[in-house]
């Protein structure tokens, strides 16, 4: 029996974002092999091989293992490149004497390929993109770039910014890794901890660009905080790298997570965390997320990361906003603001003071935040004193307040879920913009 | 007599053209499918685009294949030789340009070039901007 005779079976059963994983896998192996200065080929022959991959599979026949057969051709194209190139000067330092023997080129590049070495090569692409030279907004482009798979025209959408401004930001990141003799490599450029320090950092901004960013399209917040967890997940993979605060972070982007289907209605709206349905977070990841956090507490110090999840822990084991335990978040968020001064900090510490000692103890730590006038262009710092007003009955200035808040959105989706607060005051209490 | 005996001949091959006639119509006919070009869309797609155009190609076969209209179908590589004249004269080919290039076909059961057009219409590859060729696969007439 031929393929063509063969009626096809449709090609719904890939794996969800197959193409953009294995793109970001086989890019860092090619930089692994050939060299970062050859990263514009890695990423033209990768998109070849997808290519080609669309090519052979539309026919809605796909292969037995559609990884596999990525893996094999981008091998093969590696195996070709290394033979017609034979500049290895530009290759890996430490595979190039392998490479340079027909004898050992094959086998060098099938170990390339296996799993742990994919892993490993992704991680340490991932390193070699957190180049602290340049700004950690280039850091998480390039990173979304070569590691996720995502188009400039995408990671333009997802941070709802221009693409020109996403293609400075790649230019910086590029020109820094092309730099590179070869990708970082932890236990020879890593004494200090400083780097996934920097990794931790652009994984946390990917997520919080997708957890609280200005993008309303539920799916492209799913996705960045699926990017990031799945970046985060992989540092826990490893030995060296699976300390307490990579474990901390792993469990905040879980208990954050898990609330995302939460916080958003079916018509796209945003849900404050009173509104929400509990029933539609996601108790997996809630289960997952304590556990990374528990795993996490291993550590001398509490990190932002180990505080930021124990308060998201709190809030997803509480059965409600009245069950949940304030006065430890309260604590927390006192310990955060020693660590992590920032105005937001104190906003939350306040709203957390109005639900474990009231309103009127909430509106003065709102009116004592050091630095408040900062505050001054942030919608939810108004929002939070309407909420403060509200519970203690002055709906005239709650409404002001919100009136305020409604003027400051800076996009709309904040916009319609500041007006509706407006347009229900006299409702429930709304605390956290979390 | 002669006159009845014509009008016998006259309806018998009215029936004969009836049903040849109508054998037409509900007789399926083989079309072919030549899928060209859509290659400068598709190599600017990201990973994600590229997979969920994909997963449209999948679903509209699957269609075309849960309607009975599918007969089979492969891609074609980019790659080949051509032979050419008496002379046989080997040469690397595909000479088309390369926004032309055949990339692949499929055989449709269609009841009429209408209607193969019509399914035609609903294929992915316009999406990219390609170009979809239909052409009636000649029977055998018995």
């Known amino acids: 029996m031929t393929a063509a005779n063969v009626a096809p079976d449709a090609a719904q059963g890939l794996v969800d974002h197959l193409f953009r994983h294995q793109a970001g896998k086989m890019v860092a192996v090619l930089v692994r092999i050939l060299g970062p200065g050859n990263l514009d080929l890695a990423e033209d022959v990768v998109q070849d091989i997808l290519c080609r991959a669309l090519e052979t599979w539309k026919y809605g026949r796909l292969p037995p293992n559609p990884e596999a057969w990525l893996t094999q051709v981008a091998k093969n194209h590696a195996i070709d490149l290394v033979r017609r190139r034979a500049r290895f000067s530009e290759l890996a330092p430490d595979l190039a004497r392998h490479l340079a023997s027909e004898w050992t080129l094959v086998p060098a590049i099938e170990a390339s390929f296996d799993e742990p070495a994919v892993r490993d090569g992704v991680l340490r692409m991932a390193f070699s993109c957190c180049d602290p030279a340049i700004g950690t907004d280039s850091q998480v482009a390039i990173i979304l770039k070569y590691l996720c798979g995502f188009s400039v025209r995408e990671i333009a959408q997802a941070f709802l910014t ?59 917040r799913q996705e960045l905080c699926q990017e990031a967890l799945r970046l985060g997940l992989l540092l826990t993979q490893h030995v060296a790298l699976a300390t307490p605060d990579s474990k901390a972070l792993v469990a905040l982007m879980c208990l954050h997570g898990a609330r995302l289907p939460g916080r958003i209605d079916d018509a796209q709206s945003l849900v404050t965390l009173a509104q929400q349905d509990r029933s539609r977070w996601d108790r997996v990841l809630i289960a997952q997320g304590l556990g990374w956090l528990a795993e996490s507490s291993s550590g001398a110090a509490a990190s932002a990361y180990h505080l930021e999840a124990a308060i998201a822990g709190h809030h997803a084991v509480a059965r409600s906003l009245d069950e949940t335990d304030w006065r430890a978040i309260r604590g927390l968020y006192d310990a955060l603001y020693r660590i ?20 009127r103890a909430g509106l003065d730590a709102l009116e004592s ?66 | 007599m002669s006159g009845s005996a014509a009008a016998v001949r006259y309806s018998a091959e009215a029936r004969v053209v009836r049903a040849r006639a109508e054998r037409k119509d509900t007789q399926m006919q083989k079309y072919m499918y030549l899928f060209r ?88 590859i316009f999406e990219h901007d390609g170009i979809l060729e239909v052409r009636p696969v000649r029977e055998m007439q018995l």
């Open chain 1, 162 to 220: 221009t693409e020109d401004t996403v293609e400075k930001r790649l230019t910086r990141g590029r020109t820094a890794l092309k730099a590179r003799r070869d990708l970082f490599d932890f236990e020879r450029d890593e004494s200090d901890g400083l780097r996934l320090a920097s990794v931790l950092q652009a994984i946390y901004l990917l997520f919080n660009e997708g957890y609280h960013g200005a993008n309303d399209t539920v799916v492209v």
């Open chain 2, 37 to 124: 070009g859509g290659d400068a869309a598709r190599a600017a797609s990201s990973p994600e685009e590229m997979q969920k155009h994909l997963t449209k190609w999948g679903a509209w076969f699957k269609g075309l294949a849960d309607k009975g209209q599918f007969a089979g179908g492969e891609p074609l590589d980019f790659t080949g030789k051509v032979l050419r004249g008496s002379k046989k004269a080997l040469s690397d080919g595909p000479f088309a340009e390369a926004k032309d290039l055949v990339g692949g076909y499929a055989i449709v059961n269609a009841s009429s070039m209408d209607d193969a057009v019509e399914i035609a219409r609903g294929c992915p």
């Open chain 1, 340 to 359: 992590k001064p920032s105005v937001v900090v104190a906003l939350n510490r306040a709203i957390a003071i109005g639900m474990a000692e009231g309103p």
């Open chain 1, 369 to 434: 935040i050091p630095g408040r006038e900062q505050l001054d262009a942030y919608p939810f710092y108004a929002a939070a004193m309407a909420d403060a007003h509200l519970r203690l009955g002055a709906v005239e200035a709650a409404r002001g307040q919100l009136a305020i808040a409604v003027a400051l959105a800076r996009n709309p989706t904040e916009r319609a879920l500041l007006e509706r607060k407006l347009n229900h005051v006299g409702g429930e209490s709304w605390p956290s913009m979390s």
